[in-house]
């Protein structure tokens, strides 16, 4: 969308307040704002109350315009259900270069900030820093907790909120109003405007913060509106830690005893007494002060060393007259040991020469080794040929073997068959004796038949027989 510019006027400075479901706060922010000479230009991140409706009222009287985001932005409409705090503070960044203003301010809508200056309100305030030739300013934040549950719309902040004290550490640095200029908010989550060249400012401008009024708003604000939208991506990035460690049934009320009263004149004494150029020169001064410290650690170290160096001299001055006293023994025994050396060079001299007549008699060696050798290689070969011919003696002794196994099978086998042939003719001469033994008994029977009354008795009948039988 295109983004109405504020009025032309001589010094302009315009705060650019984000804010979601601020009802009860965001028509005296932005008042406040319009009556510090500061114009408005407001980003309704889908406040579902009546925020925008608070805020219309004040449109054309010093606030710019009210633009719903992301509808109005050109950011994706997932938006609308996130705390898309990246992508409010890179709309901030393009209204920053868009919009006709000297100055601006990344601005919360729960915030009140004012001049370190009671005399000057914050545009004059911030005129005289751009005359001075800065292009930043940082701010000093007092969270404002409610101590007791009495808060509610319309209600005077300064006389209900009564005590405060210093931001969070993580949420101390407020580099947050600049002159224009491309600018990066988005790097450091909104805490500073990192711009090219910067100068900040020495004196801190104040900011009041009121994000918690009472138990109510507060249970609202961080366990439904704040927690369950926060984008998972940012917290990664250590973002929205304020709130962590609060559970339900927290309590949002403070002891006043725990805070401190609050007095705009002590804390703007303080601001100008103890500004950034202050707290450079003392952080400068912690600097001596350790390098110091380290030097005065350093001399006791060196004391130290000093003391042993001074004790280790005189150790030493002992040591070198020992070393003398050795010197001169060792010196003694060089000379020994020259004497040695010399009759050592002329054994060696001798060893030398015994060398020479031995390399003579290596040398005939060699050539006798050479002869050796010569023959070696002569009886190598007549080796070789006796190698042969006894390979052919081998291979004859071979088939005269196998001839000789032949001719023994030949003749165990006639072996055999004599030994068979001669146990054949005992077997005949033993069946011979016996049929001779039979025949001997056979003829004795027969004599003795022949010879006996019965066969004679019996002749006539066996004639019979015969020629009956034809024989």
């Known amino acids: 969308m295109t983004t109405p510019n504020p009025q032309s006027v001589s010094f302009a400075v315009t705060a650019i307040v984000a804010a979601y479901n601020e009802e ?9 704002l319009i009556r510090q000479g500061v114009s408005v230009y407001l980003l309704d991140h889908g406040s579902t109350d009546g925020t925008a409706a608070e805020a219309r009222p004040f449109l054309g009287k010093g606030l710019i315009a009210i633009e719903r985001f992301p509808e109005e932005s050109g950011f994706p409409a997932e938006d609308a259900q996130r705390f898309a705090w990246a992508h409010i503070l890179r709309r901030k960044q393009e209204l920053a270069q868009n919009l006709a203003s000297d100055w601006f301010i990344h601005h919360d809508a729960d915030e009140f900030r004012e001049s370190p200056w009671p005399h000057r309100n914050l545009c004059q305030a911030i005129r005289a820093v751009d005359q001075a030739g800065y292009n930043a300013i940082d701010f000093a ?17 300064r006389t209900t909120f009564r005590y ?8 101390r640095l407020q580099i947050n109003a600049w002159k224009k200029s491309p600018v990066d908010l988005v790097s450091s989550g909104g805490h500073e405007a990192i711009i090219a060249e910067r100068r900040v400012f020495p004196i801190r401008f104040l900011m009041r913060h009121y994000p918690i009024r009472n138990q109510a708003q507060g249970e609202r604000k961080v366990l439904q509106e704040r927690r369950a939208r926060w984008d998972p991506a940012e917290r990664a990035r250590g973002w929205h830690v304020q709130y962590d460690g609060v559970e339900p049934g927290h309590s949002f009320i ?47 170290i060196r ?20 070393a003398k006293e050795e010197r001169d023994t060792l010196a003694r025994r060089a000379q020994e040991i020259e004497a040695e050396r010399n009759v050592l060079a002329q054994a060696l001299g001798d060893l030398q020469a015994q060398r020479d007549s ?14 050796l050798a010569q023959s070696l290689n002569n009886l190598q070969v007549q080796h070789d040929s006796l190698a042969l011919a006894l ?24 072996g055999r068959t004599l030994h068979d042939l001669r146990a054949q003719h005992d077997a005949l001469v033993r069946r011979s004796d016996e049929l001779g033994t039979y025949q001997v008994r056979l003829q004795a029977r027969i004599d003795e038949l022949v010879t006996s009354w019965s066969w004679r008795a019996t002749g006539p009948v066996r004639e019979i027989l015969r020629r009956l039988r034809g024989y």
Do not use: M
């Not at 609050?262 to 020169?281: F, M, P």
């Open 254 to 300: 403070r002891d006043p005893s725990t805070l401190t009263a609050y007095d705009s004149i002590a804390i703007r004494l303080q601001l100008l007494l103890r500004h950034r150029g202050v707290e450079e020169l003392e952080g400068a001064l912690d600097s001596v002060k350790r390098d110091l410290a380290s030097a005065q650690r350093e001399v006791a």
């Open 24 to 32: 009860d706060i965001i028509g005296l922010c932005i008042s406040h």
């Open 303 to 322: 004391s130290e060393d000093l003391a042993w160096f001074q004790r280790e001299w005189g150790a030493s001055n002992r040591e070198q007259e020992q």
């Open 141 to 157: 934040a007092f969270d404002f907790p409610p101590t007791d549950d009495s808060y509610r719309k319309g209600h005077d902040l």
């Open 358 to 371: 031995l390399a003579l008699v290596l040398s005939d060696v060699q050539a006798q080794r050479d002869s």
């Open 164 to 171: 405060c004290e210093p931001v969070c550490g993580f949420n």
């Open 391 to 414: 390979n052919d003696v081998q291979a004859q002794r071979d088939s005269l073997a196998r001839t000789r196994d032949d001719l023994q099978g030949q003749h165990d086998l006639q």
